[in-house]
């Protein structure tokens, strides 16, 4: 069974920056769609940001120019860099792991962006 386990969230003033963590169990990590999704109180869970084995990377129309995902396939990890957060960022943002439709969830991070 594949393992994700989120870091990295916290509580961060507006205009803060995080970086959240995923590391990802197993072998196959290099050839997995990797994505960052976020869920706030009331709402359904959107796409934030996602990367392919190749590198090809995407990102929401309300994170760009502020949030930038990457990977390390060498460490089995993918990050979520988080610049000049806003209040309306505050969710829980979970990892995706995506191979031909089979997809693989974490447990998620609490991310609060409040003064």
């Known amino acids: 069974q594949v393992q994700l386990v989120e870091s990295g969230g916290g509580l961060v003033q507006p205009g803060g920056s995080l970086r959240l963590s995923c590391v990802v169990s197993?072998?196959?990590?290099?050839?997995?769609?990797m994505g960052w999704y976020r869920q706030a109180p009331g709402k359904q869970r959107e796409l934030v940001a996602t990367i392919t084995s190749g590198g090809s990377t995407k990102c929401a129309d309300s994170v760009k120019g502020r949030f930038t995902i990457s990977r390390d396939n060498a460490k089995n990890t993918v990050y979520l860099q988080m610049n000049s957060l806003k209040p309306e960022d505050t969710a829980v943002y979970y990892c995706?792991?995506?191979?031909?439709?089979?997809?693989?969830w974490g447990q998620g991070t609490q991310v609060t962006v409040s003064s």
């Open positions: 197993g072998s196959m990590f290099s050839i997995y769609t």
């Open positions: 995706n792991a995506d191979y031909r439709s089979i997809g693989y």
